[in-house]
């Protein structure tokens, strides 16, 4: 999702690599700005960070995030990806993900518990909070293993992914574009209020309202066509 999703890198309560800079209940650091492509650049960090002995200031990072500009941006959506593998020993991260609801521009926030170590109660709280609650308990994303864990952010990427698609050519004639989420068609609505429309400026298909959130609800159904309409 690395061409769809603006990416970037926390990593807290260390405010270096080595994470022998720091505090028990300090906000930790961005290490990786949010970009595009910036996979290379997340894992050559996560592949040096070294082991924390401070506390888990979770809250204190969810209210340091709500300071961090580029996650006010106003052309797409904004969210914070939580990962912990215990409970937090400060503040109360709840209060902090509801803060992020109330900035100008709407964050919310996924919580993933990563192993048994974590506080159940706790990351439900954020989970509602943030606006990404689950149906069913737990409400939130629970990885015991690699796999899960893989698993559980492919489905977060998926439902955060743009519904903006720029294609690999220039349609000689747009009107011979035709989009499908998966085997249904989605109508060409050039009043962009449920639909998809061709931005021949920037030679991309956007889909809005009710069409991206079927999209996001259903990640990599998409397909795009040209020339026939299939049967």
Excluded: H
């Excluded at 993933?112 to 994303?141: H, K, M, Q």
């Excluded at 720029?166 to 068609?185: E, K």
């Excluded at 996001?216 to 026939?228: F, H, K, N, R, V």
């Amino acid at each position: 999702y690395s061409t769809e999703v603006d990416f970037g890198l926390m990593l807290y309560p260390g405010e270096d690599q080595a994470c022998d800079i720091g505090a028990n209940c300090g906000a930790g650091v961005v290490s990786i700005d949010v970009g595009n492509d910036r996979e290379d650049d997340i894992n050559l960090f996560l592949g040096g960070a070294q082991l924390c002995r401070f506390g888990t200031p979770t809250a204190e990072a969810l209210d340091a995030v709500a300071l961090y500009e580029p996650l006010q941006d106003a052309t797409r959506n904004n969210y914070v990806l939580l990962i912990t593998d215990g409970q937090s020993s400060c503040a109360d991260p709840a209060a902090s993900a509801a803060a992020l609801r109330g900035l100008p521009q709407d964050v919310k926030t996924f919580a993933v518990g990563f192993g048994a170590g974590v506080d159940a109660t706790e990351l439900n709280a954020i989970a509602n909070a943030g606006g990404t609650a689950l149906p069913g308990d737990p409400s939130y994303y629970q990885a015991d293993d690699a796999g899960q864990l893989s698993t559980a952010l492919a489905t977060i990427a998926g439902t955060t992914a743009t519904c903006t698609y720029v294609l690999s050519g220039v349609p000689p004639d747009p009107n011979l574009l035709y989009v499908y989420n998966g085997s249904v068609q989605v109508p060409r609505d050039e009043t962009r209020m449920n639909g998809w429309d061709y931005d021949m400026v920037q030679n991309q298909i956007d889909l809005y309202g009710p069409a991206c959130d079927a999209l996001q609800a259903t990640p990599m159904d998409l397909a795009i066509s040209y020339g026939c309409a299939n049967d």
